[in-house]
């Protein structure tokens, strides 16, 4: 999404609110203990549309070399209020449409053009459509911007120009998930009063504030231990990220040797607890076959140094669901897992008692709390790094 940005000598930068609609309102396949039930299906998408508010707080607006905001004589900086809104509409094979509006507000702004009491400099319209071309890991940008300069009059009020963008992922490039420097090279054509052009080359870095609880990576194995329907509901969260994984709802410490011998062995594995009596009785195991399972898993798992994520997705109505009266197979699963994890990813509801929170304060085990399904793909995300 194109949102002018200023360079300042001290720059502070809220992201106020992102509404991202494209994520439905989902509250998951209900647990259920019926051997012969569907599996869960992907609910339709509803209009995968975007929309973003960005503030940014500087001392000085610089823009293409030019300070939009330094008068003769000005002393102690005066401060630049800039606010961007966009929306950006995803068309699925035909890239994303989007358009924004950016304003800029300059406390200083009645010494650089007298005679008038308000303060917004400046307010930009963008329209733009992007496209992902995957196989050279490349996405194409086309866009229109008009400038609006309010306090000014005649010609110098307003100018466009259009612009057309190459961003690179640089992710393969340094064998890593993440891009690194995300090279963009933009050219922009002034149309109206300046009847010029030129290239703009930028290179930029994300990093993250604050200790991260796990950095995992991909490949993922997505398994269980409890045979409960987990998996399938963080299934549809993983394919929405878009993430390298492999669902085996039975997996062995075989499966992750087996792996590894033929070259592509999995980075991380995301355990699902939560048991399920029936479940189990239609994949032909026990609870005990499943701990055992699950012991020989981790155990290979950590021999290989993959990222252990230990996941509770089905709140406190899982844990209280048994065949029986006393029945704990669903703690002997958490049990078997979440001491063993590096992070653990939990439905907040299933906290309740406090369960994962001793856990975490008594095993050193780093805790992602989640309060609704729609907020899961997040919280399994920032273990990622996302």
């Known amino acids: 999404m194109h949102i002018r940005r200023a360079a300042g000598t001290l720059a502070a930068c809220a992201l106020l609110a992102v509404a991202c609609l494209s994520s439905p309102v989902w509250a998951g396949p209900q647990p259920t203990d019926d051997p012969t039930a569907a599996e869960p299906v992907e609910p339709a998408k509803p209009v995968p549309l975007s929309v973003s508010v960005d503030y940014t707080l500087t001392t000085d607006y610089i823009f293409r070399g030019i300070n939009f905001s330094e008068y003769a004589g000005e002393g102690r900086e005066d401060l630049n209020h800039q606010l961007g809104i966009g929306v950006e509409y995803d068309a699925a094979a035909l890239g994303a449409f989007g358009a924004s509006v950016w304003f800029e507000w300059f406390a200083g702004q009645e010494a650089l053009t007298p005679g008038q009491s308000d303060n917004l400099q400046e307010v930009d319209y963008a329209a733009y459509w992007s496209y992902a071309v995957e196989p050279i890991a490349t996405t194409v940008e086309l866009g229109y911007i008009a400038y609006h300069f309010p ?100 997996a062995t410490a075989q499966d992750l040797v087996d792996a590894q011998n033929g070259g592509t062995p999995f980075k991380s594995i995301i355990i699902l607890t939560g048991a399920s009596l029936k479940g189990m009785g239609a994949a032909g195991t026990s609870m005990r076959e499943e701990l055992i399972r699950t012991q020989a898993l981790i155990e290979e798992a950590r021999s290989q140094g993959m990222t252990i994520i230990g996941a509770h997705v089905e709140g406190m109505s899982r844990r209280a669901q048994g065949a029986a009266e006393g029945d704990n197979s669903d703690e002997q699963s958490i049990d078997a897992v979440m001491p063993f994890s590096d992070v653990m990813v939990i439905r907040a ?25 729609m907020e899961m793909g997040d919280a399994f995300a920032s273990v990622f790094g996302g």
């Open 151 to 250: 306090r000014l009059s005649g010609d110098a009020e307003c100018t466009h120009e259009w612009y057309a963008s190459l961003s690179f992922d640089d992710s393969s490039w340094f064998g890593v998930d993440a891009p690194v420097l995300n090279p963009t090279v933009t050219f922009y054509d002034d149309v109206d009063d300046f009847r010029g052009s030129c290239f703009e080359i930028s290179v930029s870095h994300d990093f993250a504030l604050g200790d991260s609880p796990a950095t995992a990576e991909t490949p993922v194995l997505l398994t269980s231990c409890g045979q409960s329907p987990g998996p399938a509901m963080v299934r549809l969260f993983l394919n929405r990220m878009g993430m390298d994984f492999q669902l085996m709802e039975q």
């Open 349 to 373: 509801d299933g906290n309740e008692d406090r369960r994962f929170s001793i856990i975490s304060e008594t095993e050193g085990v780093p805790l992602i709390l989640f309060e609704k399904n």
